[in-house]
């Protein structure tokens, strides 16, 4: 089915390349380099609530 959506819309074509496959990801550098510390999942979850409603997607 995605596959079928990936002929028809373009944007699609790069979820339907990846989906399936996994990869582990770290976020080991930018806490070394940069300093940085993730937030909670919460706060996440509310960011990306508000920035999908700031752009109108809900």
Do not use: C, F
Request: aromatic residues 4%; without cysteine.
């Amino acid at each position: 089915m995605l596959k079928l959506a990936a002929k028809a819309n373009p944007m699609m074509r790069m979820v339907a390349s990846v989906a399936g496959k996994y990869a582990e990801t770290s976020d080991a550098k930018a806490t070394t380099l940069l300093g940085w510390q993730h937030g909670t999942a919460k706060d996440a979850i509310i960011a990306t609530a508000q920035s999908m409603i700031d752009l109108g997607i809900v």
